[in-house]
């Protein structure tokens, strides 16, 4: 199947946010992924505002984990866009049934400050870069089986639904130990999750150059405003109808949200 082709079938999908065709299983390559994952942003982009959830809002890390990508039998992360019309404000409450398969992760979200364009592009330089830092909720919706399928996943937005963040630290604390963060995850009160940065998810600042350095093959850049969500702490973990969630990130602050 060619990258047009493929770029039809799944931008119909996206508009229905149905899942994706049957013609479209374990037809892509990584690389065909990403082409076809890009060739749909750039379709919503261009179609502005007569689409609703189509803002560029910056770029999800994902697999940002050695366990993880060891998982899928991949040797580095991937990423997929994010949009200004799927971020929410902790506090949120979501419509359960608007979501096909919900899962939640706890991630913290940056904020670019300063343009990175790879190659190249170094943690020293992430860090310099860096204008503020959040505790989030990524949502995700899995509509493709990536354990089967992950070019498919990657090219219908690795999952991508909608994220959610507390308040920013900003300007961002350069001494920050992100290693050391802790994150105690909730739901309905009930401790369900509480890990440490460095057992659980690489150091975000090499992350988030490894975003701009790989961005860059494909003629683009960390711009100014951008918003990086950065891998998640927790398991991708379902969510129930009812559900109140809540993520406590040591040095950083808290994150909540609830699914009616």
């Known amino acids: 199947m060619n990258i047009e082709e493929a770029t039809n079938i799944l931008w119909q999908s996206a508009r229905t946010r149905e899942a994706p065709a049957a013609t479209l299983h374990k037809q892509l390559t990584m690389e065909d992924a990403y082409r076809v994952q890009l060739n749909i942003l750039a379709r919503r982009q261009a179609a502005g505002e007569a689409l609703a959830g189509e803002t560029l809002a910056g770029w999800k890390i994902g697999l940002s984990a050695v366990s993880a990508r060891q998982a899928f039998g991949l040797s580095a992360p991937v990423f997929a866009p994010l949009f200004t019309e799927r971020h929410f404000?902790?506090?949120?409450t979501f419509n359960h049934g608007d979501i096909r398969k919900p899962l939640i992760e706890s991630e913290l979200c940056f904020t670019i400050g300063k343009r990175l364009a790879g190659?190249?592009?170094?943690?020293?330089?992430v860090l310099e870069a860096v204008s503020?830092?959040?505790?989030?909720?990524?949502?995700?919706?899995?509509?493709?089986?990536?354990l089967e399928d992950m070019p498919l996943g990657v090219a219908d937005?690795?999952?991508?639904?909608?994220?959610?963040?507390?308040?920013?630290?900003?300007p961002y604390p350069a001494t920050l130990d992100l290693g050391a963060i802790t994150v105690e995850m909730k739901r309905n009160g009930?401790?369900?999750?509480?890990?440490?940065g460095k057992d659980v998810i690489d150091n975000q600042l090499e992350s988030i150059a490894w975003l701009a350095n790989h961005?860059?093959?494909?003629?683009?850049?960390?711009?100014?405003g951008q918003r990086i969500m950065s891998g998640s702490f927790?398991?991708?973990?379902?969510?129930?109808?009812?559900?109140?969630?809540e993520s406590l990130f040591s040095s950083v602050g808290a994150v909540s949200a609830t699914f009616a």
Not at 132 to 146: H, K, L, S
Not at 157 to 170: E, M, P, S
Not at 234 to 245: E, H, N, V
């Open 89 to 92: 404000p902790s506090g949120n």
């Open 119 to 125: 190659p190249g592009v170094t943690p020293a330089q």
């Open 132 to 146: 503020a830092v959040a505790p989030a909720f990524e949502v995700v919706d899995m509509r493709v089986n990536m």
């Open 157 to 170: 937005d690795v999952a991508q639904w909608g994220y959610v963040t507390g308040a920013a630290l900003a």
């Open 190 to 196: 009930d401790v369900v999750a509480k890990v440490v």
């Open 215 to 224: 961005l860059a093959t494909y003629g683009l850049a960390l711009e100014p």
């Open 234 to 245: 927790t398991k991708p973990t379902p969510i129930s109808k009812g559900d109140r969630w």
